[in-house]
């Protein structure tokens, strides 16, 4: 079964650098999704991307944070001169179509530590 | 706004127990309704849903129905297995918008 891939599982950097996560949706997707969970709290919403360009975001997803589909298969999550409260499991997820009632497909997450 | 309201854990049963995870939600319009399940060290996978009222999604052995009458989508399994030991998200997709809101997540131990 096709699967939602992230890279890498744990990315520990100093607090100030950038940071780059990756992700390698389910081919035929269209749409593209990442959420954070830090430690013990509730999954939260980052970002949407569809046709190249973000459809929602959160407030959380504030200037330091970027997306972008480089090219056909990679979407990445950029951070910038990172905070350690962006310390947190980040997945994320991508969908067929946009119909409400499709579930999201979700990688198994980068795992970043801020130090 | 749209969220959802998990019932708190940690969660511990013995093997062959009943499992009941509460579930309620507030949305505007006719949300779908999933329940994840993340297993130690790994991502969130689907393990049911429902799309419309008094719908009832099942897998795994794990049943969850849609009340729209009660806002609730509570998660049961009749006879829990130790390798059902897990956290377990119910979470709305909303039906305007791309967005899915999650609960806080539920650890379930299931001990021999």
């Known amino acids: 079964e096709p699967e939602v891939t992230q890279t890498p599982s744990h990315q520990v950097t100093q607090m100030g650098q950038e940071v780059i996560l990756r992700c390698v949706p389910i081919s035929n997707h269209l749409y593209f999704y990442w959420y954070r969970q830090i430690l013990g709290q509730k999954v939260e919403f980052l970002v949407s991307?569809?046709?190249?360009?973000?459809?929602?975001k959160s407030e959380i997803f504030d200037d330091q944070f970027s997306v972008e589909r480089p090219d056909g298969s990679n979407f990445t999550l950029k951070i910038r001169s990172t905070k350690l409260e962006d310390s947190a499991m980040y997945f994320c997820?991508?969908?067929?179509?946009?119909?409400?009632?499709?579930?999201?497909?979700f990688g198994d997450g980068t795992r970043l530590s801020i130090l | 706004g749209d969220s959802v309201t998990q019932m708190e854990g940690p969660v511990t049963l013995s093997e062959e127990a009943f499992l009941t995870i509460n579930c309620t939600y507030t949305a505007t319009g006719y949300p779908s309704l999933f329940w994840y399940v993340q297993y130690p060290g790994e991502g969130l996978q689907l393990l049911l849903k429902a799309t419309k009222a008094d719908d009832k999604g099942s897998n795994k052995g794990f049943e969850a129905t849609y009340r729209k009458e009660t806002t609730s989508f509570h998660l049961e399994k009749g006879s829990v297995q130790v390798s059902d030991s897990a956290v377990y998200f119910c979470?709305?997709?909303?039906?305007?918008?791309?967005?899915?809101?999650f609960g806080t997540g539920t650890s379930l131990t299931v001990i021999p």
């Open positions: 991307f569809y046709n190249n360009e973000i459809s929602e």
């Open positions: 997820a991508s969908k067929g179509t946009g119909d409400s009632n499709q579930p999201q497909h």
């Open positions: 979470a709305l997709s909303a039906f305007f918008g791309n967005q899915f809101y």
